[in-house]
């Protein structure tokens, strides 16, 4: 049987519609045709550059190495921009931040994965650095992520004098090279209590209804991947964490 994983924060809000049927639709397809790369290696890559200190010239030299193609020119793509903007900060240090959870539910934890926090002159940053070639988050949906992070900030000693930014490196338009913007995320609106309990409540009801679909046609999945291999796009990426 094809297994729902949980979606992260950020995939949580991708995926949010206001009718939980339509999320319902959009998890069953994603976990039944999963893309076929992720972007872990590029976060293992800004960790190794900025967190372990290896130079740029090693890290570009590993993505190097990647076999497929579109993925690897995906990456490099990106890289270049990663380093221009941290090589241009001076940090008192950096340093790996461990997952944590949102209690969406008693039985639904919703993963939140930082790459990393940095100290300059005593004050706290911390970056989310978003790489969709095309950024899906706006309006609404970047309320609700900014919301959800902001909650988790808060709620954690260690994190919750930090300053919170959004490094998008999407393309601004399509055909176009990928671009570094910064988004203070004091200058997100956040979605009122009421509001976000609502759209919470919706997430779950889809991502409840979605784990029936698939436990009720647990062979639907083997026939419709090869479709998804055909076409999958290099813009894409993994819809749930690693574990």
């Known amino acids: ?66 076999p497929r193609r579109d993925v690897r020119n995906n990456f490099l793509e990106v890289l270049p921009l990663i380093y221009g903007h941290f090589s241009g900060l001076s940090p008192d240090f950096y340093q790996n931040v461990g997952r944590r959870h949102y209690q969406l539910g008693r039985d639904l934890a919703i993963p939140f994965d930082p790459i990393m926090i940095y100290g300059i002159n005593g004050q706290l940053h911390f970056p989310w650095l978003s790489f969709w070639r095309s950024n899906p988050l706006d309006r609404e949906r970047l309320s609700l992520f900014v919301t ?26 399509a055909k ?17 209590a009421a509001k976000k309990a609502s759209m919470l409540e919706t997430f779950a009801q889809g991502f409840l209804m979605a784990k029936s679909i698939l436990a009720a046609d647990p062979a639907a999945a083997s026939q419709e991947r090869p479709q998804r291999e055909r076409n999958i796009h290099p813009g894409q990426d993994d819809l749930f964490p690693p574990e």
Not at 12 to 29: C, E, F, G, T
Not at 148 to 173: K, T, Y
Not at 176 to 192: C, G, K, Q, S
């Open 1 to 66: 049987m094809t297994e729902l994983r949980v979606p992260s924060i950020q995939h949580l809000a991708r995926n949010w519609h206001n009718d939980p049927n339509a999320i319902a639709k959009k998890l069953v397809s994603l976990a039944r045709n999963p893309p076929t790369f992720n972007y872990n290696p590029l976060i293992s890559a800004t960790k190794d550059l900025l967190v372990l200190g290896a130079s740029y010239d090693s890290v570009l030299e590993g993505l190097s190495r990647l």
């Open 176 to 192: 176009t090279p990928r671009e570094l913007r910064i988004t203070d995320a004091r200058d997100i609106p956040r979605i009122e």
């Open 148 to 173: 959800l992070a902001d909650e988790i900030l808060m709620q954690d000693p260690d994190l919750e004098d930090a300053r919170f930014e959004i490094l998008d490196f999407s393309c601004p338009r």
